[in-house]
T-cell receptor, first 108, second 111 residues
């Protein structure tokens, strides 16, 4: 079967750094991506890793280790607007499978 | 604006009604998806179309019937739904990488 595991909730303080982990089990792996979804909105693409290593895009970075079937999303200099759900997703054959999402709570 | 448009944004329907959700993309993508997102639940993949051919039906009840007349349009036909089918229905498209572009979704309420 195919599955992705990520924590259901994470809490962090404004201005701090937070890491959201994702482990996956899938066949035909093509890459790991991350999405952000605010309440009432649609998921929006954040980042994509096809190869091992760290990808940085502004305050957000994403990491992938294919040998460990593991990745993470790193959010730096947290802002209140970063409060949202974050989903990891894998491209497997012709479909994109999403994790259950991590609800990020940010405290002032 | 992601380039994926869904209509209607909100829909209330009775259990005996028949309605259709529409999704349109002009991004040149070859894959289109229907996902269901219930309250406090993860995104559930329903159907996948690749080059207009259905390649995935994730054990979805037959009261949901997808249609993909061309690579830019995707429909989800609904009939005799149940109250537990009330959810946000999201359409997405992708062009071959792991990046999917989502529409704003249709908030469906079955009464």
């Amino acid at each position: 079967g195919q599955s992705l595991e990520q924590p259901s909730e994470v809490t962090a303080v404004e201005g701090a750094i937070v890491q959201i982990n994702c482990t996956y089990q899938t066949s035909g792996f093509y890459g790991l991506s991350w999405y952000q979804q605010h309440d009432g909105g649609a998921p929006t693409f954040l980042s994509y890793n096809a190869l091992d290593g760290l990808e940085e895009t502004g305050r957000f970075s994403s990491f992938l280790s294919r040998s460990d079937s593991y990745g993470y999303l790193l959010l730096q200099e947290l802002q209140m607007k970063d409060s949202a759900s974050y989903f990891c997703a894998v491209r497997s054959d012709d479909k994109i499978i999403f994790g259950k999402g991590t609800r990020l709570h940010i405290l002032p | 604006e992601t380039g994926v448009t869904q209509t209607p944004r909100h829909l209330v329907m009775g259990m005996t009604n028949k309605k259709s959700l529409k999704c349109e993309q002009h991004l040149g993508h070859n894959a289109m998806y229907w996902y269901k997102q219930s309250a406090k639940k993860p995104l559930e993949l329903m159907f996948v179309y690749n080059f207009k051919e259905q390649t995935e039906n994730n054990s979805v009840p037959s009261r949901f019937s997808p249609e993909c007349p061309n690579s830019s349009h995707l429909f989800l036909h609904l009939h005799t739904l149940q109250p537990e089918d009330s959810a946000l229905y999201l359409c997405a498209s992708s062009g071959g990488a792991a990046e999917a572009f989502f529409g704003q979704g249709t908030r469906l309420t079955v009464v």
